[in-house]
């Protein structure tokens, strides 16, 4: 069974940092993309970052130069590092995988093949 888990949400101060983690088992690693989404209330879900060996890494226009994607395929985890966070950064982040060779140009969440339930990260003012 395929499990993909997301730790180290939390409450936060704007303007501090914090690293999310995405542990995954039951698949192997490496021949998989990685993924962030997140969610705010109500709004739509939308892609924060991804990381793919075929075609690089891409950020959302809100997280580049602040977020960094990353991956450790000897732990089978995936992070985030978040810096000079925001209010408006506050959302339920959610980890994604997608296999098969996975361009992550146009990246959605529909396309993934194993997804997390997400970590809540409040930013507060």
């Known amino acids: 069974e395929v499990q993909v888990v997301e730790s180290g949400g939390g409450l936060v101060q704007a303007g501090g940092s914090l690293r999310l983690s995405c542990a995954a088992s039951g698949l192997i690693f490496d021949d998989y993309a990685i993924a962030w989404f997140r969610q705010a209330p109500g709004k739509e879900r939308e892609g924060v970052s991804c990381a793919s060996s075929m075609d690089g890494t891409y950020y959302g226009d809100s997280v580049k130069g602040r977020f960094t994607i990353s991956r450790d395929n000897a732990k089978n985890t995936a992070y985030l590092q978040m810096t000079d966070l925001k209010p408006e950064d506050t959302a339920v982040y959610s980890c994604a995988l997608a296999g098969g060779y996975y361009f992550c140009?146009?990246?959605?969440?529909?396309?993934?093949?194993?997804r997390g339930k997400g970590t809540l990260l409040t930013v507060s003012s």
């Open positions: 140009s146009g990246y959605e969440w529909e396309h993934m093949d194993y």
